[in-house]
């Protein structure tokens, strides 16, 4: 996470920054950028104090659809954190087949160690180039190599012997003079579709039966890392193009350039200090009525080993011990069948923050759909465009679309902006079949009377809704 720019991110420029990918939800994202913030502050205290402050983790509830996970993942890429997402239903106590909990704090370790070394790629980018191109023009140019031993001549003939350490000179200047003409048509690109064979290093695949729920990725062990150092690396003949080999050489000269053990300790102090975990379906983990019989025991196995990744451990992980007591944990759920009082208590105390985010409005969909950068219609359009076809939405095509949407989620289900992607696939179904072949015209108009004609039958038959839409 750069100083600078979570500097610049006060509470305010974050909901901002939200707004322009997540409509509503004002409560949601007020609670997740005051807990952004918070990091940052946290940063700046002493280092006596700075241990004591604790991340207050927060609860999402609502129903599905409305943003909870967006809002998440958005917070994260903000803040250039790492982030996970889980779904608490995939984890089982110890002892039940499924994964252990411990293993979304490996997941966001690899994450952060995978960043990190895309970060220091880029800083070694420009020299990972050169010397991949002196490795190119080597295959292409060798470079004069001189006589390590050169023969002694009689003295009477050393006028003669000076002849050939001129010639070898001038064999050298040539060749570097070759070598710098060649090296900028290999830097313009006019040797890109050259076929050149050069080495590769490749890493010996190593396979390996792990018997048992657990995994060895699970257990925090890199067998692949322990297997290829005690294997050499072995390199293999390839023939590509030079564009492909390029690429090929500057991923090999970077990663030599870069020292791994600094990329995992980076790694390891931002997930301490600034990963985020997101927990899915934290309901389904939640006791019901039937407490203490069938699967509820296990429910609230789950319970109590997630408490100690919350509350603050430490996890064995493939790139070092990893401490879990500022890591941010955003848990959500419905919570249409059990409650946030029916997780156990020691649970519910780590999650302090509850937002109840609210269900979608007719007008949350119109904006929905038209002002997020990333709104369906635009992609709709850009999709289109490719084909030399221009869709035009007509205010009152769009407010049809959101009011149709509204509609469906109070019948049927309520499925949130994910009702969208049902309804506009139904309802440009047609023209993205027969794009290009059967539209022969460039701007097709989707109007009030167009959304109405394709979807009325769907929308007033529940049934066929039911399967449809």
Known sequence: MKDKT???????????????????????????????????????????????????????????????????????????????????SKFTEVGYVGRDVESMIRDLTDFAVNMVNAEKTKEVQAKAEDLADERILDILIPPVRKPQHPVPQPQPQMQDAEQPQQDTASEEYQNQKTREWMKIKLKNGEMDKKVIEFDSQTQPTVGMQVLGPVGMDDMGINIQEIMGNLMPKKRKKRKTTIAEARKIIIQEEAQKLIDMETVQREAIRRVENSGIVFIDEIDKVAGGSGKGHGPDVSREGVQRDLLPIVEGTNVNTKYGVVRTDHILFIASGAFHVSKPSDLIPELQGRFPIRVELYSLTEDDFVQILTTPQNALLKQYCALLETEGVKLNFTDEGIREIAVIATHVNEQVENIGARRLHTILTTLLDEILFDVPDKIPDETVQITKEYVNEKLDKIVKDRDLSKFIL
């Open 6 to 88: 979570m500097k610049e991110l006060t509470p305010s420029n974050i909901v901002d920054e939200l707004d322009r990918y997540i409509i509503g939800q004002t409560d949601a994202k007020r609670a997740v950028a005051i807990a952004l913030r918070n990091r940052w502050r946290r940063q700046q205290i002493e280092d006596t104090l700075r241990e004591e402050i604790l991340p207050n983790n927060i609860i999402l509830i609502g129903p599905t659809g409305v943003g909870k996970t967006e809002i998440s993942r958005r917070l994260a890429r903000l803040a250039g954190a790492p982030f996970v997402k889980v779904e608490a």
